[in-house]
């Protein structure tokens, strides 16, 4: 192929390759992690230590096969958590019905917080 | 332990292939021409990784691109640059 070839197009591999697209300005403001992001990433590191993850790119694989519309609504560690979840519930580890018995158990405990 | 199939000057192709599965070579870079600058030693693949399988270590490097390849009608000055890493088995011979 020579160098003067028009350039194959290089597809983008999910809704995090977005290197030299159009976007707005960089949003440079500090913020406080909040204590559940401690909890996700405390969660992500036991569940590496325990081996059910073997690395940070297994998460980053869960993060980058969200669908566009879940990847630009969910914050960081949203995406964190999604991507835990769906590795944990692929192995195994946790049931699906466990997850959502809990997802409803935490609704219930912060509605009666109200 | 084969040594690095490229050395520091030898120019390089970018693989345009997206596998389904996290890789760290960004679109923008794919296809594209560039020189390599520095051997980066050995890591795990993180196609591999990314997929939970076992380690496999691969060659990477340090890859310089003119901003000029990289964007078209690129504005800024023509010794502009980048450096990425990228891993032996994305890279093809470009003579």
Redesign the interface.
């Given at each position: 192929?020579s160098?003067d070839a028009p350039?194959?197009a290089?597809?983008?591999?999910g809704p995090h390759?977005i290197?030299?697209l159009p976007a707005g300005p960089v949003d440079r403001a500090e913020h406080d992690t909040a204590h559940w992001e401690w909890q996700i990433d405390a969660m992500l590191r036991l569940a590496m230590q325990k081996g059910a993850?073997?690395?940070?790119?297994?998460l980053?694989?869960g993060i980058?096969r969200l669908t566009p519309k879940d990847y630009e609504k969910l914050s960081y560690y949203e995406r964190w958590a999604r991507s835990l979840a769906s590795a944990l519930l692929k192995k195994g580890v946790v049931s699906s019905s466990a997850l959502q018995d809990k997802i409803d158990e935490i609704r219930e405990r912060q509605a009666s917080r109200r | 332990m084969t040594g690095p199939r490229y050395r520091p000057g030898q120019r390089v192709r970018i693989a345009a292939r997206t596998p389904a599965v996290h890789h760290r070579v960004p679109a923008y870079v794919k296809g594209k021409v560039g020189t390599i600058e520095r051997v980066c030693g050995k890591h795990g693949e993180p196609e591999r990784h990314a997929a939970g399988k076992s380690l496999v270590l691969r060659r990477l490097y340090r890859v310089r691109i003119a901003q000029q390849e990289l964007w078209d009608g690129y504005q800024g000055a023509p010794q502009d640059k980048l450096d990425v890493e990228i891993f032996e088995h994305w890279l093809e011979d470009e003579v």
């Open positions: 192929m160098p350039d194959k290089a597809l983008p591999s390759d290197g030299g993850l073997t690395d940070f790119a297994e980053r694989d980058e | -």
